[in-house]
């Protein structure tokens, strides 16, 4: 059966995950992972970002 979701996003697909029964897009990265690095997950882009302060 073919997808019916749309794309998590256009671009950098690979930072998504996508639940195929409700087609929610979530990160693949967790906050935990990021801030490891002492970065926060930024939720739209899925990326770990350098804390704004």
């Given at each position: 059966q073919e997808n019916p979701c749309g794309?998590?996003?256009e671009r950098r697909k690979?930072?998504?995950v996508q639940?195929?029964?409700t087609c929610k897009c979530s990160c693949k990265n967790?906050?935990?992972r990021c801030k490891a690095r002492?970065?926060?997950l930024n939720e739209?882009?899925?990326r770990c970002d350098?804390?704004?302060r």
């Open positions: 794309p998590c996003s690979h930072l998504f639940d195929p029964q967790t906050d935990s002492q970065l926060e739209r882009t899925c350098k804390p704004r």
